[in-house]
């Protein structure tokens, strides 16, 4: 794991699926051993071209998402490589069996990558607004958890994952990130990565609310309160050993979630915490809500996984840690 934060907050010119559709590409032309499978959905993840290249390694399932997590699980059976993509919300809720059975408790070799996650569905709607996805994935033994925070993150990710063997599920916002770190920055599946070092309070974000969180530390910052932010990129398995650390370092803990702050990150690190270091924890994410139509800035607002949300959490946390 070597990587380098980048200074300032831009908003990348490659949207995350191009950068998705690119790696793939490039390690089809190099390993014949990766086919990728979609349903009905490959325009919108960005695999148009991938398609025309490599038809024969190209499945469109059509709109049976389920059918599609056994064909992939048939395929790693024969030494394939598949990726597996559909929306998150049908990624997970409507293949749980499937993934269950055909891929985890078989052992199958598969990866699965669930697009729109939480409120970067947007004008989808609640339908196709996945809140649940982790919570849901979290229960099924050997499934890994990822979440790249931007397409340096993502890229690395999509290339990790072909060497390794397992079910691994991949929440894949489709849209441009706001940059976090260097080109050619590379992270270890497992850990996490530190975004800034603080002393007061230590915000464990993932996702898009990474960027939020590092907006939060310019607004807590005027209050004399000194953050430090974790990326949790990866959600199963957790890296114990910098919650506990962080937890012994500032004292408080806040945790950032574009996701149902039930069985999520938060709920991850909250049962990390009760077992080793229990410090004042304050969550954000969706409260037991379902979705609704909106932009991401409205709906980040709406369920509260905004900059300002994350400071006041800190601000709670930190005032707790004083009163004990």
Do not use: W
């Not at 089809?28 to 490599?54: P, Q, R, T």
């Not at 030494?79 to 408790?105: E, K, N, W």
């Not at 996702?207 to 990866?234: H, P, R, W, Y």
């Amino acid at each position: 794991m070597s990587y380098k934060v980048f200074t300032g907050l831009e908003t990348e010119k490659l949207a995350m699926r191009d950068i998705y559709a690119t790696t793939m590409m490039d390690m089809a032309s190099k390993n014949n051993k990766i086919v990728s499978l979609d349903c009905d959905l490959m325009n919108s993840v960005g695999m148009v071209k991938f398609a025309e290249k490599f038809p024969e390694r190209t499945v469109n399932c059509g709109i049976m998402e389920a059918n599609m997590i056994g064909v992939a699980a048939g395929m790693s059976a024969v030494g394939m490589i598949p990726y597996a993509h559909t929306f998150g919300c049908f990624a997970t809720r409507r293949c749980l069996d499937q993934i269950f059975v055909s891929a985890a408790f078989a052992k199958a070799n598969v990866r699965i990558i669930g697009s729109d996650p939480g409120v970067t569905a947007a004008f989808n709607g609640a339908t196709h607004m996945p809140f649940e996805d982790i919570g849901s994935l979290r229960d099924i033994p050997g499934v890994t958890i990822i979440e790249p925070t931007d397409s340096v993150m993502l890229e690395d990710m999509i290339r990790q994952v072909e060497k390794k063997f397992g079910v691994f599920y991949i929440r894949l916002s489709r849209k441009n990130a706001v940059k976090i770190y260097e080109d050619g920055s590379t992270f270890e599946i497992g850990k996490s990565a530190t975004v800034r070092k603080g002393r007061d309070v230590t915000i464990i974000a993932s996702g898009i609310c990474v960027a939020e969180a590092v907006k939060a530390v310019e607004i807590l910052e005027s209050q004399g309160i000194d953050a430090a932010i974790l990326n949790m990129f990866t959600i199963k398995p957790i890296d114990k050993n910098a919650i506990e650390q962080a937890a012994r370092e500032t004292g408080a803990i806040v945790t950032a979630e574009n996701h149902n702050i039930m069985n999520g990150l938060g709920s991850a690190v909250a049962e990390v915490l009760a077992e080793t270091c229990p410090v004042p924890m304050e969550r954000i994410g969706v409260r037991d809500h379902f979705g609704e139509v909106g932009s991401v800035d409205y709906l980040r607002d709406k369920f509260g996984l905004s900059a300002a949300s994350i400071a006041e959490k800190a601000a709670k946390a930190v005032q707790r840690k004083k009163s004990e």
